[in-house]
Nanobody
Framework: QVQLVGSGGGLVQAGGSLRLSCAAS????MGWFRQAPGKEREFVAA????????YYADSVKGRFTISRDNAKNTVYLQMNSLKPEDTTVYYC????????????????????WGQGTQVTVSS
């Protein structure tokens, strides 16, 4: 059983920054997704256990950075140059048996999900 607790969301002006955190018990491949009401869950970023491999959606590449501190069992999503279209609920997720490649972007690949944290970017 993997427990995930996400935090760090809030309200920020366009161009600002926020850092999301996800406390994760267990040694897992981790991802961040986001989902707006009425829309499908969208991949944002993912990171391997070692931190040596990272994956990003094109829409956030160059603006968001995923990282992890395994000593603290925490995964981070540093979000810079935020845009109003980044407004939604963000979820962290854990994959116990990552199969590689593009599966990092698939919600179905992940086994556990955090409770979600709201990010609101005002224009």
């Amino acid at each position: 059983q993997v427990q995930l607790v996400g935090s760090g969301g809030g309200l920020v002006q366009a161009g600002g920054s926020l850092r999301l955190s996800c406390a994760a018990s267990g040694r897992t491949f981790m991802g961040w997704f986001r989902q707006a009401p009425g829309k499908e869950r969208e991949f944002v970023a993912a990171i391997s256990w070692s931190g040596g491999s990272t994956y990003y959606a094109d829409s956030v590449k160059g603006r968001f950075t995923i990282s992890r501190d395994n000593a603290k069992n925490t995964v981070y999503l540093q979000m810079n140059s935020l845009k109003p279209e980044d407004t939604t609920v963000y979820y962290c997720a854990a994959d116990l048996n990552f199969l590689g490649g593009s599966r990092a972007t698939m919600p179905v690949e992940y086994d556990y999900w955090g409770q979600g944290t709201q990010v609101t970017v005002s224009s």
